[in-house]
């Protein structure tokens, strides 16, 4: 049987993501959906975060082998966690049946201001001097979505996040620190899809069109979600997986 591992992005933990390990699950009622944590953030916030992406992925694999769930599975990453999805396939392939990158970039295919756009420094500086945690999470909204007008539910929710489980600065400057640092294969590692939102304010879309050129696996771009997809259009997301995987042998 395989299994949906979802790995979240920079100092997010699984309860970031919402709704969507429910929507996959509906879709995919075979599959388990498994969404992991990276260490230092949510339940795990008390450890240290791995200097490297490739740590990272070390340490989710250890995970499941401690939950006694077995391979073969399909990674979906968003954003750091794409970059670790991709780092587990590269160095274990014969586990991992299929990669969805969401929001992502790789170091060595785009340049750094691609990677974290210019524009999105002011907004990053103004969550970090916010006094307040919904102020916090209100910004970071703001970044994130492109279609922040019709989410201000989740406000309270990450807020609330955010004061139960917070990730220490330390752990957030070390999995900055993975992510510039990280190099990805020249070659897809697994079977990819790569999804992205035309507008999102933290990543250019173009990361993703050059992952796509580079491995030679499909791409699709919502035309007004941003960079958290799953959040923006789950349902879209879903559907993109199903008509990819649709395209596999039985």
């Known amino acids: 049987m395989t299994t949906w591992i979802l790995l979240r992005g920079l100092t997010r933990e699984r309860r970031h993501w919402g709704a969507f390990p429910r929507q996959l699950a509906l879709e995919f009622p075979e599959a388990p ?11 795990l916030n008390a450890l240290a975060s791995p200097a490297s992406i490739a740590g990272m992925a070390a340490f989710c694999r250890g995970e499941l082998a ?3 769930i077995a391979p073969p599975y399909l990674l ?10 991709a780092a587990w396939a590269a160095a274990h392939p014969g586990e991992v049946a299929g990669c969805v990158l969401v929001s992502a970039s790789l ?3 785009s340049p750094p201001h691609r990677r974290l756009r210019p524009r999105a420094w002011p907004a990053l500086l103004a969550i970090l001097a916010a006094r307040t945690a919904e102020a916090r999470e ?13 989410h ?10 955010r004061r139960s489980r917070p990730v220490g600065a330390r752990n957030g400057l070390r999995q900055l620190l993975a992510a510039a640092r990280y ?27 050059e992952i796509a050129r580079r491995w030679r ?7 007004r979600a941003g960079h958290d997809l799953p959040l923006d259009d789950g349902p879209w997301v879903v559907r993109e997986i199903r008509q990819w995987l649709a395209l596999f042998p039985d």
């Open 66 to 68: 401690r939950a006694g």
């Open 138 to 150: 209100r910004r970071i909204l703001g970044l994130t979505s492109g279609l922040a007008g019709t």
């Open 33 to 43: 959906v498994v969404p992991l944590e990276l260490p230092g953030n949510g339940e």
């Open 217 to 223: 696996c499909p791409l699709a771009v919502h035309p």
């Open 183 to 209: 190099r990805a294969p020249r070659r897809a590692p697994a079977p990819t899809l790569v999804l992205a939102g035309a507008r999102d304010g933290l990543v250019d879309p173009r990361c993703s069109r």
């Open 107 to 109: 170091g060595g295919f």
């Open 152 to 161: 201000p539910q989740v406000i309270a929710e990450w807020a609330e996040i």
């Open 76 to 85: 979906l990453g968003m954003s750091l966690g794409a970059m670790v999805a």
